[in-house]
């Protein structure tokens, strides 16, 4: 029996290694000291913030050199000056990252998105990545410096005794991770070897301010202990295990290296325990970390898990487990491995996983919850019966082990009703996601949890107006939009659903049938992609380099004077206002990509992974992809806050949407509020699959409706593990919904980077073209060429064109004119009118019935 000892509070009696997870105000250092170290030095100090070393700070990766890219200049987007460093020298420094990184999936976005679907496929000769993207890099394994990611701000923790928190001093003069000894850890891990992490000297070691509160797992549950913490989580601590001292013993303490206490229980030698990648990981799995199910073995000899919270802000979470035999671990090491066995056996899709951010994020829920603390970590008040009640409501193993979820919807079921978010919410898959049957019982079914309310919906009555503000960038002067009706009528309503996210996103999404009976359809909503089994999706933070991100930010870049790093992907200049919309120029360039591709710059690839994916063999190149317009946000790296101007995908759905039944195309969505131009709507949102996935998936399910999106980028040749699509046939959100329009979608994609700094993986968000109306529906442009008949799949039958027509022959006919291409801001039938930016220029209106006519736009067809 192996146990990992990870302590929140410090017991400096104990024997065993404990790590330290404290999180107080928002601020979060991570640290882990073997108990056997810690009367040998004293390095536990207070911190005096003046005399801090500078941030400890992800250093330059081993043998990066400063060769340019030979792509680096295509992805400016050239909005007005720039800042610091040119774009091109942007891409310089990701170059250096690409270089060096070991995975690098990529978000592989097929052109024709609707690629091979009988009812909606992508195809490939429309969109495209961006040409500098290069084939997979490499990092070294042990790049990742995990237990100092969470030292925010690039700085040391502002820490105040009276609030009880912890502070950390980086060690003075020692590089962040000594890369020689860490690799060879890792490379041992991977034999099963067991490591002992060398011991640093004393100097080196961090020096940590000490924590005054003390948490005491042996206290019973949910009892505030008089140290001001409340136990969380049910533990069967004995009493004189995992005692803690006070703050007087603490400061006579010192500090080790951060290392990873890994005890055989049952004596046994160390080979036994050294299959770290066996047995390490093994004794993280959550059933384990279940007090509950302890064997007696274990029991008898060990304090399994606590958890506890303290009204003054500070979270603690110990796993502790007493043996006679040790073995040390870098806790990088272990923390890779267990993130490792997670991204790879539960499925984890967040691409900033690692199980100190999880253990973070139970932290901050206890914290938000405990202390009534806001979004960006302010603590509103302090209240020890809250801090009780979550404590009772959500225990860190219920987090830990997925007891939130429900399937696979992030939805704690213990406060369903509470404005309680998580933030950074990891999505642990407890399965492979599957695609679902008809039959299947785990479909969630919404149906039988409907609150139909006729009252709650929207009933707004919106006066149709004309469409204003049509730019130079959409090719045609005709707008044709979706009437929208005046007024919902609540008895026409057949289905009604107050919000299908099921409390996934910021904001409800309710939904309404007013024509059928249709019930929504089978699916699994999910706020954020989530990776199916051979997509390699997966991310190093070493990946963010600190030219790639801004660490040194404060609160909210936008407000910056210079724009920050995280500008130079668009130019040195944000993409977003100050208004939280797309910058004009940069959303007009974006439009005028999809509407005008042909424009545009293609890139061919020699091996397209799309061809490869259909078996299809193709000499010469492939039909070409679009060098698309990035934006980049800031990301967990950077100092800014959450509420950052600069991070507005990763804050997800903040408007007001609703899924409707459509007249002619099925469920569609509409916006219940009027949207400015440049607005972000909802990212699209899906499983990650490879192309190879995708493709089968296609062929498997060719009755069924499917959402799918994919492109790809890549200037090399991509395997087929790293050509990633997005699949929200089973597992997806608002956006699934969103139906396509030929000419004049109203919403247009964006790729987003949050996570990366490089393409190789973004969110694909959608942002309004133009002022959206209330309970006008939201289309894009799907990129399919309808006319492809060459396709071995056919795409569905759309119904634009035939609109269109149907419309152009009524005016013509009621224009008595030959042929005209008109104007007009008047309904013209019941589903439909024209309307246009360009009224200054109607000179007259001719009416024939709802219809009017601009004869001064009279033109040959
Ligand atoms: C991504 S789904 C959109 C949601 C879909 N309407 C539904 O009910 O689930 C794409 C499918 O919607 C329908 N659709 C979308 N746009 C359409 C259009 N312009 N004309 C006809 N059908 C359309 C097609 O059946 C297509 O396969």
Redesign the pocket.
Known sequence: MICIAFYIGFDPLDVNAHTYLFVSLGEFVLVTVPKGETRKHESWSKVEPEESEPPLKRTRLRGQTDQSSSSAGNHSPGLGKTFGRTPKEAYVSQTHCKEKIDVSPHLCLVDKKFESSP??QFSSDRRTKPEHLSSPTHVQDDEEVTQFQFVQKGKKLKCERDTQCFSYEEPKGIPVVDLSDEESVLDKHHNNAVIIKRERDADELPQFDVPLAIVRPAAPLSLAHEDGFTNGSSSNVRENDGEFLGTKQLNSEVVVPPTLLLLCEDGSSNENCSDVERNGLELLEYKQLDTEDKGDDCASDSSQFDIASSPQGNVKISLICNSSQAIWFSLDAVLKLVEEKYIKTYRITEPGFSVVKLMKDVCECFLAEGTNCTDDGQVRSTNLTSSLAISKKLSAQDVLCGRVYEGNFCIPPSFPNEPFRFRNFIEVLPQIPRVLTSTSSNVLNYITELNVNGNSYCGRDIKIKALEGLGPSNPSSLVVVQKHNSCLDPLKVSHHIDDITKGAENAKISLVNEITDECL?EFHYIPRNIAYENACVKFLLARISDENCCSNCVGDCMSLIVPCACAGETGGEFAYTHGRLVEEKFLEKCISLNCDPGQHRLFYCKDCPLERSKHKRVSGPCKGHLVRQFIKECWYKCGCSMKCGNRLVQQGITVNLQVFMTP?????VRTLEDLPKGTFVCEYVGEIVTNTELFERNTQMSGR???TYSDWGSKGVLKDEEALCLDATVYGNVA??????CFDANLVEIPVEVETPDHHYYHLAFFTTRKVDALEELTWDYGIDFKDHSHPVKA?????ESMIKLLLKKLMRLANAEKVVFITVKEIDPVHEFSSAHKENITEEASCGSLSITPSYRAVL
Request: net charge positive; proline share 5%.
């Open positions: 009812s909606e359809p002619e195309k099925g469920w569609g409706e499917k959402h699934r919904f969103l139906n396509h329009r569905f039958h759309c119904c634009c």
